[in-house]
């Protein structure tokens, strides 16, 4: 379907735009999307289309919240505050129960928990709630042993690295990097939307599958019980219904770190261009050594929930397996609708793809056209 896109990209950068209007002519539906690129700092894509969204536009992002939480981790590691070699009950005691005791801060990041859900699930309350999620799961008997193998923790692993944070600083991880990522460089990135910026929210939009993606998609399902089904939330009595959770107030007001944040492509593409640039006059974020310590695989093998493999750096996800025009240590995080916001420092690229429309899901966290459009970003970049 043939959609009008705005924005402005620099020079070199016009076949970016090229790209972005390619696919959305292939979309039957609007996934209302944008797409912002920083190079060294500067920012050269500022792209968006569909109906009512704009360059301001604001919407439920997901997991690309892990990404700022795990960034508000990488800066306490590097500011020596964090060790990730203790033990994650050495800062939160509670969490010791059922076997757990001996589990890293590292293996935490990394995915290894083993306590990927709660016995009966969660409320949808609950899951917009850190605390909440933090309590339920301090005394959750792991699915495996921890440390021995990996499975995405989908709904819970920022509360859990919240919770470690909370116990050392006093603050949340909302807290910090309110203070130290998005204020000072006024990211439209949030962790807990402020009322006063609801009007430029737009509503996170369905899926419409074909009658062959509904197919797949039911032939997917998992039970409720098993490590997927429980990763998931589907072992709740109600499973949460992810489109109305999206838009519920209390959910943005809240910000959860794994899957509450909200803002706009400028806004994630804007804090991996802090975490690796100078930008707006600031040194970046972290150190080369913080980037190394944190990007890279970490994780071979199968994850245990998604089925994905080679997933994980620490709180981020290793992107360079799946996307091989990137550096091996770039670093990011997708969202389930298919969005997705990383830096690559190798190119200096910091990118991200906002969409509000559910993709049918590819398997791989973020919907396929990213592809594309980040290979197009990549290769503008190399010739500037």
Do not use: C
Not at 41 to 58: C, F, H, M, T
Not at 121 to 145: H, M, N, S, Y
Not at 248 to 276: E, H, K
């Amino acid at each position: 379907m043939a959609q009008d896109v705005h924005g402005t990209v620099a020079e070199g950068f016009e076949g970016v735009r090229e790209v972005f209007a390619a696919f959305l002519a292939e979309e039957t539906y609007a996934p209302g999307a944008q797409l912002a690129a920083y190079v060294h700092g500067r920012r050269v894509v500022d792209l968006w289309a569909g109906e009512g969204v704009e360059g301001s536009s604001l919407t439920t992002l997901f997991s690309i919240s892990k990404g700022a939480a795990h960034l508000v981790v990488a800066l306490l590691v590097q500011d020596g505050v964090l060790d990730l070699d203790r033990t994650v009950a050495s800062y939160w005691p509670e969490f010791a129960a059922e076997g757990k005791d001996r589990l890293t801060l590292r293996e935490l990041l990394e995915h290894k928990a083993g306590v990927v859900g709660v016995d009966g699930g969660f409320t949808a309350g609950e899951l917009a709630d850190d605390r909440l999620i933090a309590a339920r799961v301090a005394g959750q008997k792991p699915l495996w042993e921890p440390g021995t193998a990996y499975g995405y923790h989908g709904w819970v692993v920022g509360a859990l690295t919240g919770e470690v944070v909370r116990r050392v600083t006093g603050r949340s991880i909302q807290e910090l990097y309110e203070e130290r990522v998005r204020a000072p460089h006024g990211l439209d990135f949030h962790l807990g939307l402020p009322e006063e910026l609801e009007p430029r929210w737009r509503e996170v939009q369905p899926l419409v599958p074909t009658p062959e993606q509904a197919e797949a998609l039911a032939a997917r399902a998992a039970e409720p019980d098993s490590i997927r089904g429980v990763a998931f939330n589907q072992n709740a009595p109600e499973p949460v219904d992810m489109v109305a959770f999206a838009n519920t107030r209390s959910v943005r007001a809240l910000g959860a770190t794994s899957s509450g944040g909200v803002g706009n492509a400028r806004g994630v593409a804007g804090m991996y261009a802090a975490t690796i640039s100078t930008l707006d006059g600031r040194p970046p974020l972290l150190t080369p050594d913080t980037v190394a310590a944190f990007s890279g695989l970490r994780t071979p093998g199968t994850d245990l929930v998604t089925g994905q493999t080679d997933h994980f750096g620490l709180g981020f996800e290793y992107l360079a397996g799946r996307y091989p025009f990137l550096g091996p240590d770039a670093f990011g995080h997708s969202g389930a609708t298919g969005s997705l916001g990383f830096a690559d420092p190798a190119s200096g690229v910091a990118y991200a793809y906002t969409r509000r429309r559910f993709a049918f899901p590819s398997g791989e966290g973020a919907s396929p056209e990213n592809g594309r459009l980040a290979h197009s970003v990549l290769r503008a970049a190399a010739t500037v």
